[in-house]
C-alpha cells in the first residue's frame, strides 16, 4: 500500500483535512492564548489603575489630614493672638483710665492750687488796704496806745465791707 498523494486522492485529502485541523486547532490555541494575554494584560491594567487610584486617595487623605491640621493650629493661633490682643487692649483701657485719672487730679490740684494763690492774693490785698487805712491812726512804735473802739469799729466795718462786698 503506497500512500497516494494526489489531488484528489483519499490520504491526500485527509492529509489537507488534518493539516487544516492542526492549523485551525493551532489558530484557536493562539487565539485563546491571545484571549487570555488581552485578560491578563486587562487585568495588570485594572491592578495598575486601581493602585493609581488608592495612592491617590492616599495622598488626597493625608493632604486633608494635613490641611486639618494646619487649620487647627492656626485657629489655635488665633485664639492665643486674639487674647494677647484682647488682652493689651484691655491694658491699654486700664492705662488709659489711670492717665485720665491723674490728668483729672492734676487738674484739680492746680485748679485748688490757682484758687489758693488766688485767695492769698486778695487776702494780700485787703491787709495792704486795711494797713493803708489804719496807718493814719499813728500807732506809736511801742504798741497800741492811739487805738481806740471807733478806729477797730471803723477797721471791722471795713473788712466786712472790703471783704464781703454786698451783691446788688
Known sequence: MRNDLRAGSGPANSAIAAAEAYHNGVLKQQALMNSMFDKFASFVKEQREQKREDKADLQKEQIHALQKDSLQKQNELLGKNLAHFERDKEQERARNKAQ?????????????????????????????KLSKRLNPLNYSQSGFFNIDDTDIQNALSFSENGLFPQRR
Open 100 to 128: 485720665n485719672a491723674a490728668a483729672y487730679a492734676s487738674a484739680a490740684v492746680n485748679n485748688e492750687q490757682q484758687k489758693a494763690l488766688k485767695m492769698q492774693r486778695k487776702e494780700k490785698e485787703d491787709f495792704d
